[in-house]
């Protein structure tokens, strides 16, 4: 009854809530605010008698999580104790949880259900790509794998806009359960083919491409830091594999240290061999680390980084 979630990945946290509240269909859920104290959450959760209908209760980033006193972790163990008598349902999420806190191990020991909900690393494309899988079974949706492919390529595994593309897709080919390449390029707007063009582009090496790419969704007033995203997103799936042959270690070793099926990491490494950006991987990715600190100190414009960066590309 009891459910504890933490994390900053608020798709995965959004499914998860969904999750919860669907398994109590007859049980309607209210949130509440995240500065309610615990004597009012009491009050609220107590004031449910037999003449009421049963709630479920939902809070998000309470205040007390992060800093509690003695008293407060009284009142929780007590409000958790009736919670657990009362078998009310109870979902408290959090951005981050000191699992040394008094408020963590009060949850611990009411038996809390705990689900941790990181953001996924770049280099995770097999758990994006199970995510949509799963959210594509979830609502009766048949999609292709070189689909999500090409999702996860133009949203570099932002899983919030994939959902969205998801969500548009759906009602895009509506009364069809099925999505496919022509129903994406249809529905998408014009920088979608030009970010997976330079994802493409970067896989291959094709430095004149990548620069044609960026200048274009320049002029489409896309945002620098989702094109420089997007730039990193595909080096940091390639530079490991790069890294392993520079080490000159084969398919299988490769394929083990990352956690990869080896014909997998035999395809990457086919056209690794190939590309002529890869000894410059590097430096494109120190070159991405000074130009997001420039922009953090507010020495560049998010476009003057794309030039920067565009630059460094071209002159190496």
Request: aromatic content about 8%.
């Amino acid at each position: 009854m009891i459910h504890l979630i933490y994390g900053e990945n608020l798709t995965v946290i959004e499914d998860e809530i969904s999750l919860i509240t669907e398994s109590f269909k007859d049980i309607p859920f209210e949130k509440v605010k995240q500065s309610i104290s615990l004597d009012e959450l009491f009050t609220l959760c107590s004031s449910i008698d037999m003449f009421s209908p049963k709630k479920g209760w939902l809070i998000d980033n309470p205040k007390w999580l992060k800093k509690s006193d003695k008293k407060d972790q009284n009142k929780l163990k007590e409000l958790l104790s009736f919670i657990q008598q009362d078998s009310i349902p109870f979902i408290v999420i959090a951005k981050t949880i000191d699992k040394r806190s008094g408020s963590y191990k009060q949850f611990k020991a009411a038996n809390a259900t705990e689900t941790k909900c990181d953001m996924f690393k770049e280099w995770e494309v097999d758990k994006m790509e199970s995510w949509v899988l799963k959210y594509c079974s979830k609502h009766n949706i048949e999609i292709e794998k070189p689909l999500i492919k090409q999702l996860i390529n133009g949203y570099g595994g932002n899983l919030a806009l994939i959902k969205q593309e998801l969500v548009k897709l759906s009602i895009t080919v509506y009364p069809k359960t099925k999505i496919e390449t022509s129903d994406l390029v249809h529905s998408s707007s014009n920088s979608f083919g030009i970010y997976n063009l330079l994802s493409e582009s970067i896989a291959n090496g094709k430095s004149n491409t990548v620069l044609k790419s960026i200048n274009k969704l320049i002029e489409l007033k896309e945002d620098p830091h989702k094109i420089i995203n997007q730039i990193l997103f595909q080096l940091n799936n390639l530079l490991p594999i790069s890294i392993g042959m520079d080490m000159k270690l084969n398919n299988d070793q490769i394929a083990s240290k990352l956690n990869k099926h080896p014909f997998f990491i035999k395809k990457q490494i086919d056209v690794l061999n190939r590309n002529k950006l890869r000894p410059i991987f590097p430096i494109i990715i120190k070159e991405i680390a000074e130009i997001d600190a420039q922009l953090k100190q507010g020495k560049l414009t998010g476009k003057q980084s794309l030039i920067k960066l565009s630059n460094k590309i071209k002159y190496q």
